[in-house]
């Protein structure tokens, strides 16, 4: 029978990619292990590898196309003796016009996302009674039958008591009926013209729903729905203030929607609390020299001699971030509804900026490491997330995070946290400020750094015991070589 070949979940939080590059066309063979396409995520591009034997019989999602959702259809592989011409036209049932980022898509999240880090590509076993892949319209006949208030039986979607049906989905039918609107006089933008939550949303913000019309009763008219709450201006209400032609628009990636999407979760759902403190580096920097003078040397690709390390002072705030984790355990934690969880090893995620957004990869174990295999690590992760070439376990989880914008001549900042961390340090720039020292008045190189905790984990105290240890290990970096 057929083999479905549907959308891998890369990672975890994966709802959507971008299928980039088919790797293998109509007609070709393919054994288990082959390299058959390569996928975009939000944060990287990898290789996704077949687990069936076969022959591709039909490639039903075309490279390039955008917005592809988790566990949708997107080719079929014809089993050994299989007739190829058969298994394509099997497949031609599945095909949607939903599946680019230019069609509209319903808002129901994938539910067979896996969970597996490893790029393989899932495969069912098609027969008569596979179900539709998730954003396309399933068939009115298909449709599961509800009771109305009126006690009248229609499709579920299906809007009883008009001459013609509205097709909707269950979201789009809610916000429709609190905000008070008719969704039969709503223009729908999703497979087959379903009504989807976006189409009732820009109905609301243009002003162009109705109110539904009021069916015969005896009881007293009910209270008028509340207004909906303030939303974002949506794109056309936007470019009306601003003169035709004098802007370009360039569509959103998915790593930068990704990103706005999780910053505006972390900042709506984690309560930040913010501390700040002001540490000397002198002695760090002169250790740094000293480091750094005393690398070994070894020979490059091109045969010259280099320095087998050369330490940063981003190198040393991320071990000494590690190890006041370890000196402040309680606040190694992540919270989550039901547990604290706390954690046994400091994994310090480090934010490197890339063309179109941010990746942080994280240093795992940085407690243990040294400062020369930090600084090792750094260099090389930092390098492949440039080229969005890191594997999801090595930008997924970790306990804590560094961002410094020390080297922009940003003083100070506040960063946002990360979940499931509990804490983000904020770094600035090193700088030569006047300090009081023992009643005389003395230059010092000082940075800057703020801590972001979410205070339902670490709260005021805990975060200033663990920022305590942080400048004390900045202060006195030998600690850190012990």
């Given at each position: ?19 980039a ?73 599945f ?19 896996s ?15 596979t ?45 429709a ?159 989550t509804?039901?547990?604290m ?67 922009f ?11 499931p ?62």
């Open positions: 029978m057929p083999i479905n070949i549907t959308m891998p979940a890369l990672s975890p939080t994966m709802e959507e990619g971008t299928l590059n088919w790797l293998v066309k109509e007609g070709d063979k393919v054994t288990s292990g082959d390299v058959i396409a390569e996928i975009e995520t939000d944060k990287a591009t990898m290789e996704v590898e077949a687990i069936d034997e076969g022959t591709v019989a039909k490639i039903v999602v075309p490279a390039g196309t955008e917005g592809v959702k988790v566990n949708t259809l997107i080719a079929v592989l014809a089993e050994e003796g299989e007739d190829v011409a058969a298994a394509a036209k099997e497949a031609s049932s095909e949607a016009p939903a599946q680019s980022a230019s069609a509209p898509q319903d808002e129901a999240s994938s539910g067979g996302t969970s597996s880090p490893h790029p393989e590509v899932r495969a069912e076993r098609a027969s008569p009674s179900k539709a892949q998730e954003g396309e319209d399933e068939a009115p006949a298909a449709s599961p039958l509800s009771v109305t208030a009126s006690g009248d039986i229609s499709p579920a979607g299906v809007e009883s008591g008009s001459k013609s049906r509205t097709f909707s989905s269950p979201l789009a039918r809610r916000i009926k609190e905000a008070g609107v008719d969704i039969a006089s709503i223009a729908g933008s999703g497979p087959h013209g379903r009504v989807v939550k976006r189409d009732v949303e820009a109905a609301i913000a243009g002003g162009t729903a109705k109110a539904p019309a009021a069916a015969p009763s005896a009881q007293p008219a009910a209270a008028p729905a509340k207004a909906p709450a303030a939303q974002a201006m949506s794109d056309e209400q936007v470019l009306k203030l601003f003169e035709e032609g004098s802007y370009e628009l360039v569509p959103h990636d998915n790593m930068r929607k990704t990103i706005a999407r999780r910053l505006v979760e972390a900042k709506s759902s984690i309560p930040h609390f913010y501390l700040t403190v002001d540490c000397e580096l002198d002695a760090l920097l002169a250790l740094r020299q000293q480091l750094n003078d005393a690398a070994p040397k070894r020979k490059n690709a091109e045969g010259k001699e280099e320095p087998a390390y050369k330490l940063s002072v981003n190198d040393m705030v991320i071990k000494a971030m590690a190890m006041a984790l370890m000196a402040v355990p309680e606040a190694n934690a992540s919270w509804d039901a547990n969880v706390m954690h046994k090893h400091a994994d310090v995620g480090v934010a490197v900026s890339i063309p179109g957004g941010l990746i942080t990869p994280i240093i795992r174990k940085a407690d243990q490491k040294s400062l020369s295999a930090i600084s090792g690590e750094m260099k090389d992760m930092a390098a492949r997330a440039r080229e969005r070439k890191l594997k999801p376990e090595e930008y997924q989880g970790g306990t804590t995070a560094v961002s410094n914008l020390g080297m001549g940003i003083k100070d900042f506040s960063a946002v946290i990360n979940p961390h509990a804490t983000i340090l904020a770094v600035g720039a090193g700088e030569q400020r006047p300090v009081v020292k023992d009643g005389a008045v003395k230059i010092a190189t000082v940075m800057s750094v703020t801590l972001s905790t979410d205070h339902r984990a670490v709260d005021g105290a805990l975060g200033a015991q663990l920022l305590a240890a942080f400048r004390n290990y900045i202060e006195n970096p030998m600690g850190m070589l012990v």
